[in-house]
Every structure is written in structure tokens, then in C-alpha cells.
């Protein structure tokens, strides 16, 4: 069983830097690969990146590419979501999640899901 509790979230204006961080309980982190979400009010939640357990390879949504990197330190426990040149349209709540089976693109495919942290980005 895996718990996860992110934090990190904020308001920002257009064009700056957050990094959200998620951290995990449980023994096994290390082999989960690690996920993050955003659901922004009146839409589906969406997938934004995710991240095998080793690090050794990633995943984005063509919409953050190349702004939004996410890493993880195991030995810590800790996933992040280090997000930059932040525009109004990432306004949303951030979910971290535990990926269990599937696409990693998928939202059924996670089965661990974080409270999630408000990011508001202004104009």
C-alpha cells in the first residue's frame, strides 16, 4: 500500500516556476512508476507526466513538453514536478498517482492517488 501527499502548489503569474513535490509511504516506491495529473474545473482529469521507477525514462503530454520536467529522488520517497514558463491554462489541481497497470497516459491505469495541490496561474 502506497500513500501519497503532494505539495508544492500555488499562485504564480504567466510565465514563472513551481516545482510540486509528492511524497510517497510504503516500501516498494522505488518499483512503482510514478505519475501526475491536473483537473482543472469543469474538465477531465488529464494526464501530464509520469515516470518509471528507475528514472530512466519519462513521459509528457504534448501540452507541457518541454516546460514541465518530473523527476524522483527514492531514496527519499519523493516525486517532482518541477514546472516552468507556466501559463494561465495550467491552472488546476495537480495530482500525484501510483501506477499500477496499462498505458501510463491512462487515469484507470493508476490505482494510488495523492489529494492533489492547487496551482493557479494568472494572467
Known amino acids: 500500500q502506497v500513500q501519497l501527499v503532494e505539495s508544492g502548489g500555488g499562485l504564480m503569474q504567466a510565465g514563472g516556476s513551481l516545482r510540486l513535490s509528492c511524497a510517497a509511504s510504503?516500501?516498494?516506491?522505488?518499483?512503482?512508476?510514478m505519475g501526475w495529473f491536473r483537473q482543472a474545473p469543469g474538465k477531465e482529469r488529464e494526464f501530464v507526466a509520469a515516470l518509471t521507477g528507475s528514472g530512466r525514462t519519462t513521459y509528457y503530454a504534448d501540452s507541457v513538453q518541454g516546460r514541465f520536467t518530473i523527476s524522483r529522488d527514492n531514496d527519499k520517497n519523493t516525486v517532482y514536478l518541477q514546472m516552468n514558463s507556466l501559463k494561465p491554462e495550467d491552472t488546476a489541481v495537480y495530482f500525484c498517482?501510483?501506477?499500477?497497470?496499462?498505458?501510463?497516459?491512462?487515469?484507470?491505469?493508476?490505482?494510488?492517488w495523492g489529494q492533489g495541490t492547487q496551482v493557479t496561474v494568472s494572467s
Open positions: 498517482a501510483g501506477h499500477f497497470s496499462g498505458s501510463v497516459y491512462l487515469r484507470k491505469s493508476y490505482d494510488h
Open positions: 510504503g516500501r516498494t516506491f522505488s518499483t512503482y512508476t
